[in-house]
């Protein structure tokens, strides 16, 4: 007698893909902020990819890619290499339910039941971050990681969470470059380094700077992640502002204590590596519950993600299941279900596609110093690179972020074409 699921692995198709392509909402307290800073946008797709053995994977990822192609190939097939991250995700899933095993099962030895597991937002004012981090401890999160800009006070922040944060609850500073240099850094992480709640620091200077990072190593305490063989900085009008360097030369001269990967495709070959010269690693990805799924399918199945991943997914007012995954004293369960172990509400994933996305919002955001000079800018890039250029200082005493929205008139109208052609200054 034939074996139905052997058979069905051995001939297994898939049949069919479709999108839902979803209009999310960031949770009130942090909508105008995560919608200022355009990197983070509310519109992400779900895909269902369905085998023809009728066995339904999901994906997810931000905007929407065609994944027509991939119909009449065997899911087995991509569940590594190079293929895009959401269908590898769908099909971990597909897999392991036609198989009746988690995901994890199909990419290796689980180590761990629980993963550690992080909130995660953009910069915020320094009372909205207080807000945040009560909130994240209330939901049962221990590890925050945060963007760090220059536009806000970088000791009045710290302050802050030093004041609102529950014993043990941590802070990750995420610079993604904007220290700039050593010398600027340093004094600055000397005073974060002061507060206990400051757990660590991401890339404080581009990664290029190999130097720079021997210097601050040398000089402060916290711990250092780097993005994986790359740069880190938000320049995109010269490419070669930031390259980094080759993940090799960051091991070999022991440049930071762990690292930051997001959907690589490599991320078990990388853990090896990691393993083998000690350092750690976590997770990063923008997404749903599914996405939170996946990652921590992926994060019990490393050695060496013993640091909080992450996803962000509690951001969203409505998820794409009733009850988003959570993290119990800082730990997130693994699913043990098949696959993925969770299944989105078709019900919600309907209302959510049925949106359109909401019209480009015209902002200008005014960078204030205490002395009473303001700085204008039409666009979040191009406030970017006003500071990574060194066009005016950061991190100061006193500097905070003022943001105006487009309220229809001829004044706004004149004043962000101003803007749009260069930064504006006033006192």
Avoid at 56 to 77: A, F, I
Avoid at 166 to 192: S, V
Wanted: charged letters at 25%; a negative charge.
């Amino acid at each position: 007698m034939s074996n139905p699921i052997r058979q069905s692995r051995d001939t297994l198709k898939i049949a069919a893909i479709r999108n839902y392509p979803l209009q999310m909402s960031f949770i009130p307290a942090v909508a105008a902020n995560m919608r200022r800073a355009t990197t983070h946008t509310e519109r992400l797709t779900v895909y269902r990819v369905e085998l023809d053995n009728g066995i339904v994977g999901w994906g997810d990822s931000h905007g929407e890619v065609d994944l027509s192609e991939h119909v009449g190939r065997h899911p087995m097939e991509l569940l590594h290499g190079q293929v895009p991250d959401m269908l590898r995700m769908a099909c971990f899933d597909a897999v392991g339910k036609t198989l009746d095993v988690p995901a994890h099962v199909l990419m290796g030895v689980q180590r761990r039941p629980r993963i550690p597991f992080a909130y995660w937002t953009i910069d915020l004012p320094p009372e909205v971050l207080a807000q945040q981090v009560r909130y994240a401890a209330d939901l049962g999160y221990k590890t925050y990681k945060y963007k760090v800009r220059p536009w806000w006070d970088l000791i009045e922040q710290a302050e802050h969470v030093a004041e609102h944060a529950p014993p043990g609850f941590k802070i990750w500073m995420d610079f993604n470059g904007h220290l700039r240099d050593a010398q600027q850094a340093i004094p600055l992480l000397k005073k974060l380094q002061q507060f206990d709640c400051i757990g660590g620091i991401e890339s404080p200077i581009p990664q290029r700077d190999v130097p720079g990072y021997k210097r601050i190593r040398s000089s402060i305490d916290l711990p250092i992640a780097l993005h994986y063989g790359c740069g880190c900085c938000h320049v995109e009008s010269d490419l070669s502002y930031d390259r980094g360097v080759p993940a090799e030369r960051q091991l070999r001269e022991n440049l930071c204590d762990a690292f930051g990967l997001g959907g690589d495709p490599d991320t078990f070959g990388i853990d090896q590596v990691l393993y083998e010269h000690r350092k750690v690693l976590w997770i990063q990805a923008i997404g749903t519950s599914l996405r939170t799924a996946l990652v921590a399918h992926i994060s019990s199945v490393c050695r060496q993600t013993v640091l909080s991943s992450m996803t962000g997914h509690a951001l969203w007012e409505k998820d794409v299941i009733a009850e988003p995954l959570a993290p119990i004293d800082g730990y997130l369960p693994v699913p043990s279900g098949a696959g993925l172990g969770i299944e989105p509400d078709e019900v919600l994933l309907e209302e959510l596609s049925g949106s359109p996305p909401p019209p480009p919002v015209r902002r200008i955001s005014t960078v204030v110093y205490p002395s009473g000079v303001r700085w204008h800018f039409s666009d979040e890039q191009q406030r970017h690179e006003a500071f990574y250029f060194g066009q005016l200082p950061g991190f100061g005493r006193g500097i905070h972020l003022e943001v105006e929205e487009d309220d229809g008139s001829n004044d706004f109208a004149k004043r962000f074409a101003e803007c749009e052609h260069a930064p504006m200054v006033t006192t």
